[in-house]
């Protein structure tokens, strides 16, 4: 009776490497300075960058940027924005667009989440690594060994399906992973006065998110 809640991005690492390319001069290194450079909230800039239409929200496609002031939201445009920004700004609309929904998705009688479980390329971002632990306000871990989440995983159905197939047809996910050990290491813990921060941005992310979906409706 397990439930498995997936959001499905089309613009993750792809759109993060496009970034890196255009303001960071094609460097991790310069990318990651440069997030380390702004404080929590980009000084008040935002920025959505969706170069292949969005799944979530559907139907977004471009660049869009924003200047949050304390009574304020306005429209800006990408030569507003100092180049340093946008490192911390695309890290930090793809972290609270899934943060935004963690509420809506999860039932009201689960217990709250403890952890985040980083995979893919950017697990080994140290920046990124901190950033979303607090974003988050939980401990990032990564899987020892190995950062393909997807192949993993696979393989584990395999082995489950193998396994129930030697015990006649039955058994539980969870019985035939009682045995194992658990590989992770934690690599960034939150920190509370940061994570205090993104709490309060959530509301300003949904409606910048708003006006983004409402501007591609009219195209």
Known sequence: DAQIAMLCYKNGALAREQVRDRFADKDWAKFNDFVDQTPPGNNGYWGFYFPLPEIIPPNVKGDFFFKVLPQSLVPTSTDSLPAAVH??????SQFLSIKSRIAAILPSSAPPLNRVVLTGGSSANETIRQLAADLFGMPAYVADGTKEAAGTGGA????????????????TFEEMRAGD??????????????TRVYESLVEAYRVCEEQVVRACATV
């Open 156 to 171: 584990i159905l395999a082995k489950y399906a193998w396994w129930r197939e030697q015990n006649g047809g039955y058994g």
């Open 181 to 194: 050990v658990e590989r992770m290491t934690c690599v960034a813990r939150p920190k509370e006065e940061v």
């Open 87 to 92: 490192p911390r700004a695309i890290l930090e």
